[in-house]
């Protein structure tokens, strides 16, 4: 009798699970994955948004910040480059967190290489932190390109009061929009519908959110529309973090915020367990 083992005697039975838990290996492979698609054209995915931003910057500093202008922001008296430059940086990287995360799932079911995200080891959950995990990554470099630009710029000050605030609401921000552009690439069947999102709700809600200007500034009707509006709270948090006051309540804009980035993740994992658009 051989004294060698059969062929197959260790492999696990059929149905029988052999990742019980969490499989980080796969997960970082996706995470990585991930980057290095957006780190391969980091010319177009990090630097041309971090100068499209600063360019922002230079013109309504030009235009509209002359003159020593200020805003008038909870009583305080605020250099308008210093007022609009937290806002511009939480802005590109929210716009590009979309972007990123709205263009995987699309361009896998366009080519037809979705397979690559829904065969590997991976759970429903794990495949939804891999595709957000790289969202925020990409958010957060386009968010330092951008404060590191302007942090040269003469007459900004672009130095954090409370660096928890930039990190905490840059991260609330960064997983809103990657978890509605997972939504949005679970849905669009083409390039046009993940674009017409990103042109009629994101920029829009975006630019409407107190980027430019005070909220209080604004008449009673248009104020409880801003209210309204997730990326208001997001951009206020933010400028907390770099002046010190805000136009809204910090803990209930951070509540708001998370409770909209748990809705958004739950509603993205039912739709991706389900296959609903992905595997049908």
């Not at 709205?102 to 979705?114: D, E, N, R």
């Not at 397979?115 to 957000?132: H, N, W």
């Not at 605030?165 to 997983?175: P, R």
Request: proline share 5%; aromatic share 12%; glycine share 10%.
């Amino acid at each position: 009798m051989s004294s060698h083992p059969e062929i197959g005697h260790n492999l696990p039975e059929p149905g029988v699970a052999v990742i019980r838990n969490v499989n980080w290996g796969g997960l970082r492979t996706l995470y990585i994955k991930e980057v290095r698609r957006f780190f391969k054209v980091q010319l177009q995915t990090i630097w041309a948004p971090a100068v499209t931003t600063l360019l922002f910057l230079v013109i309504f500093t030009v235009a509209l910040g002359g003159g020593g202008r200020t805003v008038e922001l909870q009583g305080n008296q605020i250099h308008f480059a210093n007022f609009i430059a937290p806002g511009l940086i939480v802005m590109g990287m929210l716009q590009n967190a979309f972007a990123n995360s709205s263009f995987s799932l699309l361009v896998g079911k366009i080519q037809g290489t979705i397979v690559d995200y829904l065969m590997p080891p991976l759970s429903t959950g794990e495949l939804l932190a891999g595709l957000v995990g790289g969202s925020v990554t990409r958010a957060f470099c386009v968010g330092a390109a951008v404060w590191l630009a302007m942090a040269f710029w003469p007459g900004v000050d672009v130095v954090p009061r409370h660096l928890w605030a930039v990190l905490w609401f840059g991260l609330l921000g960064s997983v809103f929009l990657s978890m509605l552009g997972v939504l949005t690439s679970i849905w669009a069947e083409k390039f046009d519908h993940a674009a017409a999102v990103s042109n009629f709700v994101v920029a829009p809600l975006s630019l409407l959110s107190g980027t430019f200007y005070s909220v209080d500034k604004l008449s009673p009707l248009f104020q409880t529309i801003s209210h309204l509006n997730p990326f208001f709270y997001i951009i206020s948090g933010f400028r907390y973090g770099f002046l010190g006051v805000a136009d809204s309540p910090i803990l209930l804009g951070s509540a708001l915020i998370l409770a909209i980035d748990v809705a958004l993740g739950l509603l993205c994992y039912a739709l991706l367990r389900k296959g609903w658009k992905t595997k049908s």
